[in-house]
């Protein structure tokens, strides 16, 4: 049985870049990238796409993948991971051991960063999940909420009064989520959650915090020398 599965969710709607995820990146479909990294991963078993669309399957298989249909009360833009990756488990009829969730959006990643996190993420045995960080450049203790004409602080720290008034080397270290890459027990998946309680970082470097939903995002990272 495949102990590690790696799933694409890849929607054939996309507003602020049309067909995003067949859409020509550095020469090939967008998702075309993620299913190529997944499969010179020696740590991943097997690889699908989630789709709802007939010419992202038929690019899918042709480059190695496997597809789930998914139903399209699962392909809205509010349609949450979690119930794409439940029905997922549904279609596979069981739970493998990990879960690994690739973006499309975020097509270009170090090296080896897969089988390093199932790494770490098994010999953690407590931990639930493991996600690709990087130190976020602006931290939320300096956010701020509308509130009426007036706005107020997002965040308030006990032990720091007035964060949003401190310098941020003063702030505690905050992690941002790229989205880059996600490994999950297959059975906190199956529980109901994406990440699990016990959440392990894995720090990546800046320049990979790429997720492309903009024009501007996407001729950003295509002139990225990575």
Known sequence: MDKVVALIPARGGSKGIPRKNIKLFRGKP???WSIEYANRCIGIDCVYVSTEDDE???ISRSYGAQVIYRPMELAQDLSP???????ALEYLGRVPAYLVH????CPIRPWNLVDEMLFDLGVLGGADSIRT?????????KFWLRDGEYIKPLLHLPDIPEAYNMPRQML???LWHVGCVDAVRGDVVAGGS????KVLPYTIPRK???????PEDWTYAEGLDL
């Open 102 to 105: 690739l973006r499309p959006t």
């Open 56 to 58: 992202i399957a038929s």
């Open 81 to 87: 991971d979690l119930g794409v990756f439940q029905h």
């Open 30 to 32: 967008l998702l075309v």
């Open 194 to 197: 994406m990440s699990g309680k």
């Open 208 to 214: 990979y915090a790429i997720d492309l939903d903009t």
């Open 172 to 174: 505690p270290e905050v």
């Open 133 to 141: 960080v990087v130190e976020s450049p602006h931290p939320p203790a």
